[in-house]
């Protein structure tokens, strides 16, 4: 499953049974709301998987507070800039204001979290701040460590980010206690003009891998880089 830059794409396979059922093809995203008629069914189908989507990301939460994660620059420097969404189709929304969020309120890396409108998946945007000294292949490497160390077992480690962005995305996958597997999906951004790093990250079912791959690479095909806009806790 690929995407060219701003808007090209790729044929890519067709994701199996629920991934179809959470995110038919975004492609047709104008078509379905027009389409209005359908819409009370459609939403009681989806909302099982919505609840799943919403219970993986709340394990991801309890999963990452526990420490920093990734590694973050020894000594703070201020962030430069932050991530921003702006559709015409309003089918992201998104909120600065912590008490808004449902997962990472108290993550002090945390800048913001974004909702789809149409799967209920929930994005958060960190900042990770990097001073001129710090190596932002060396944050790679040591993100991807500390994700070992919580046991997650990778199943993607690559730099296929969508244009004009650079970095590197990070797929891994663990068991919670109650023996669901979920997969979490980060994509690292280097900010090269402010030399920082941030994160868009989402968990879902790990039979949604690639439905949750598709939500971020849209998210990231609307997003830009703006003035740092500090969250309010």
């Given at each position: 499953m690929r995407r060219g830059a701003r808007g090209g794409r790729q044929r890519r396979r067709e994701p199996r049974g629920a991934l179809r059922q959470v995110e038919p093809d975004l492609r047709h995203a104008d078509r379905r709301r027009r389409q209005g008629t359908d819409g009370p069914r459609r939403q009681a189908q989806q909302e099982p998987r919505v609840r799943k989507l919403g219970l993986a990301g709340g394990?991801?939460?309890?999963?990452?507070?526990a420490g920093a994660f990734p590694l973050a620059a020894a000594a703070r420097p201020r962030l430069e800039r932050d991530l921003d969404v702006s559709?015409?189709?309003?089918?992201?929304s998104?909120?600065?204001?912590a008490a808004d969020w449902q997962f990472f309120k108290d993550n002090s890396d945390?800048?913001?979290?974004?909702t789809h409108a149409r799967t209920g998946a929930r994005?958060?945007?960190?900042a990770h701040p990097q001073s001129l000294l710090d190596d932002q292949e060396r944050f790679h490497r040591d993100s991807t460590l500390e994700m070992e160390k919580r046991e997650f077992k990778t199943l993607v480690d690559d730099g296929k980010i969508p244009a004009p962005f650079r970095g590197f995305r990070y797929v891994g996958e663990k068991k919670t206690k109650s023996g669901e597997?979920?997969?979490?999906?980060?994509y690292f951004l280097y900010d090269q003009d402010g030399h920082d790093v941030h994160e868009v990250t989402v968990a879902v079912p790990r039979e949604d891998t690639e439905a949750g791959d598709a939500?971020?690479?849209?998210?990231?095909?609307?997003?830009?880089f703006i003035d740092a806009v500090a969250p309010q806790r």
């Amino acid at each position: 499953m690929r995407r060219g830059a701003r808007g090209g794409r790729q044929r890519r396979r067709e994701p199996r049974g629920a991934l179809r059922q959470v995110e038919p093809d975004l492609r047709h995203a104008d078509r379905r709301r027009r389409q209005g008629t359908d819409g009370p069914r459609r939403q009681a189908q989806q909302e099982p998987r919505v609840r799943k989507l919403g219970l993986a990301g709340g394990v991801l939460s309890v999963l990452l507070v526990a420490g920093a994660f990734p590694l973050a620059a020894a000594a703070r420097p201020r962030l430069e800039r932050d991530l921003d969404v702006s559709t015409s189709d309003g089918v992201w929304s998104g909120s600065r204001k912590a008490a808004d969020w449902q997962f990472f309120k108290d993550n002090s890396d945390a800048r913001s979290q974004w909702t789809h409108a149409r799967t209920g998946a929930r994005l958060t945007v960190f900042a990770h701040p990097q001073s001129l000294l710090d190596d932002q292949e060396r944050f790679h490497r040591d993100s991807t460590l500390e994700m070992e160390k919580r046991e997650f077992k990778t199943l993607v480690d690559d730099g296929k980010i969508p244009a004009p962005f650079r970095g590197f995305r990070y797929v891994g996958e663990k068991k919670t206690k109650s023996g669901e597997q979920i997969a979490v999906l980060a994509y690292f951004l280097y900010d090269q003009d402010g030399h920082d790093v941030h994160e868009v990250t989402v968990a879902v079912p790990r039979e949604d891998t690639e439905a949750g791959d598709a939500l971020v690479q849209d998210f990231l095909h609307h997003a830009r880089f703006i003035d740092a806009v500090a969250p309010q806790r």
